[in-house]
């Protein structure tokens, strides 16, 4: 069976149960994960844009080709227009989902060439 | 200073909406109340054929606790202010992140984003509404847990929580989300907080276990409603399969999606076939790497010689059914013999897995990723179909039989085609149901072409009504119009219930069709 993809069952989980959460307790502390403040540029890029704008994805245009420097400004203000207002079948991006010194950081890094060689799929198989 | 007219929620004074607005700064800082025209502008983008402006918030709201979204609707309640309720706000199609109409106050959960509970051994999870699916894919990956997660195609950027209460759906064995959704919790109109299922119980271990809990059942009033705003939801996981065959089925002829239900759905409900399966046209699955006008620049319905061209050029079939296999090697091989036999029968059909199939080029990859909870939006490539930023999902529920899906299927395709549109589709084929899911593109810059949309959309809903077939899920602006085919008995039961559970109709006022 060549074609089959067999996955470890190292962390197959138990059936034996374990110590039982209290909800109760657990929703009155703190959570599990949180999103932090502010992300960097590179994990902003990751977890949403590469998605469609990475070269392999091919669904929106490439957005990590570096600019030259005296065209940063004018870059950067397409791509926060864009971010924010969406444009044609890219959709709009609300500061809840890249706050502004994240939109500003990736807008700095994007145009850099910062992201050049940026994963598509950080932390997959 | 602005002179343009200041956006008011209906109904609502100037000096009301400034004295709500203060009391919900004072709720959650200045920096989650949101007014300004800029800090507006990603809430007013849709891509569905309405007037942008009946979509435009007056304000925006960020919650990040439970009490705040109590004081919220609190607020709401004593200045009348309605309030559109978002999660993450990528329903593309459906409404995206825009109010329902022009002046709602948007309740946008997103930064309500805490993964509260992911337990290994149930298989279960905790969260709050602004969680994406990419951060809670993130977090199994960091701890190493054996867990599966079910997108649907936006994945990476939508949410479980919205997704889940808008009822849709995905690719894996646990595609059909309300299914798999395990406790609420949930702020009423009335600012009171209600735990649903067994979270009643205070300290109770089986909330995320137990879905019925005691008396009625009501998690389902809070889904497609506006009876509640939902603020932490479970979830059952699946745990990941020792193995996993993705394939592809092809077969070349329109007439063969007879043949395709009526062989499957026997696998599909004994679950010799697990997932969510999906029988995907050409235009969808050449749709998502191929632009239109490479092959027709017309601006009439793509003609049939065209799609014969996509056909050969990408190796792709009239229909293209994508489908996996769950569990031991041995039990996978015992299953793939079933498969090959009933699909293999009339000679019609040509099986795929491994490498052959990934070679064929199409949609393969991105559905093996699907069908395995992997984060990937390469189905929004078809956007570059037609161009100019236009969709909306057109969804009829069928029976999983053959003679329904060519009913369906015909019926589409006479209305697209009647209004220049290309019938861009597939089925999502349920245990029993399908979802016959029809992407209606068009260039929405172009006003004439906005409007044939609407025109074309509105009658599908109509026509398909006349034959018994009923849309599972809408976009914003058809909202009353579907809820209109389910009949006045049904309406009244749910307006009913709105006028116990929400008075003042605060809470997202037209959801589904539902108001005072």
Known sequence: MPHTTTVLSRHLPSLTGGALLLLGSLLSTTALAETPEAREPAEVYRQVCAHCHAPDKAVGPEITITFPEAAWEARGNYIRNTVRHGRAAMPAFRAAKISDAELEGLIQALVSGELDDAPAQGGEE | ?516
């Open chain 2, 1 to 516: 200073m602005s002179t343009t007219p200041r956006i008011l929620p209906k109904g609502v004074s100037e000096a009301d909406f400034d004295a709500a607005l203060a009391r919900f700064r004072e709720i959650l800082g200045a920096d989650g109340v949101l007014t300004e025209s800029d800090q507006l502008a990603p809430y007013t983008k849709i891509m569905m054929a309405g007037d942008d402006a009946d979509y435009i918030p007056s304000a925006a709201l960020l919650p990040t606790t439970t009490e705040q979204v109590q004081g919220i609707v609190r607020t709401c309640n004593e200045y009348k202010v309605p309030i559109w309720t978002i999660s993450t706000g990528k329903n593309l199609g459906y409404g995206s992140a825009a109010p329902g109409e022009t002046g709602q106050v948007m309740l946008d959960m997103h930064r309500m984003n805490r993964i509260l509970d992911v337990d290994p051994d149930v298989c279960t999870a905790l969260l709050e509404p602004g969680v994406t699916y990419q951060q809670l894919y993130d977090h199994i990956q960091e701890k190493g847990y054996k867990l599966w997660l079910d997108p649907p195609a936006p994945s990476a950027i939508a949410g479980p929580v919205g997704n889940t209460l808008d009822r849709g759906v995905g690719y894996t064995p646990y595609g059909e989300h309300f299914m798999f959704q395990c406790g609420m919790e949930v702020v009423l109109a009335n600012g009171e907080v209600v735990r649903t299922g067994m979270g009643g119980i205070e300290n109770s271990s089986s909330w995320q276990v137990f879905k019925w809990g005691y008396g009625p059942y009501i998690d389902g009033l809070f889904t497609q409603s506006n009876y509640g705003i939902v603020t932490k939801m479970g979830l059952w996981l699946m745990p990941e399969p020792p193995a996993y065959r993705p394939f592809i089925i092809q077969y070349q002829d329109p007439e063969d999606i007879e043949e395709i239900v009526d062989v499957l759905r026997p696998l599909r409900i004994a679950q010799i076939i697990p997932n969510a399966v999906v029988i995907v046209h050409t235009l969808w699955d050449a749709g998502t790497h191929v632009v239109r006008k490479d092959y027709y620049d017309g601006s009439d319905s793509i003609p049939r010689e065209a799609i014969e061209r996509i056909k050969a050029d990408e190796g792709i079939g009239e229909w293209n059914v994508y489908a996996a296999l769950y569990g031991t090697p041995e039990q996978i091989e015992v299953n793939w013999k079933i498969v090959e036999q009933a699909f293999g029968a009339s000679g019609k059909a040509k099986i795929m897995y491994g490498e052959e199939a990934e070679q064929r080029g199409g949609g393969f990859e991105y559905r093996s990723a699907l069908m395995k909870g992997d984060m990937n939006l390469q189905e929004f490539g078809l956007y570059n179909w037609r161009g100019g930023g236009g969709s909306m999902w057109f969804a009829p529920v069928s029976q999983a039989k053959g003679s329904e899906t060519k009913d369906q299927t015909e019926l589409a395709q006479q209305i697209l085609g009647k209004y220049g549109f290309d019938y861009v589709a597939e089925y999502i084929v349920g245990w029993r149901d399908m979802h016959h899911v029809i992407d209606l593109l068009y260039n929405r810059q172009d006003p004439e072409e906005t409007q044939r949309a609407h025109d074309c959309f509105a009658e599908l809903i109509d026509e398909f009504a006349k034959r018994g077939y009923g849309l599972y899920r809408t976009n914003t602006e058809f909202m009353e119009q579907v809820a209109g085919t389910f009949g006045e008995p049904l309406r009244e039961v749910h307006k009913t219930l709105k006028n116990a559970l929400d008075p003042n109709g605060i809470l997202s006022p037209g959801k589904s069709g539902i108001r005072q």
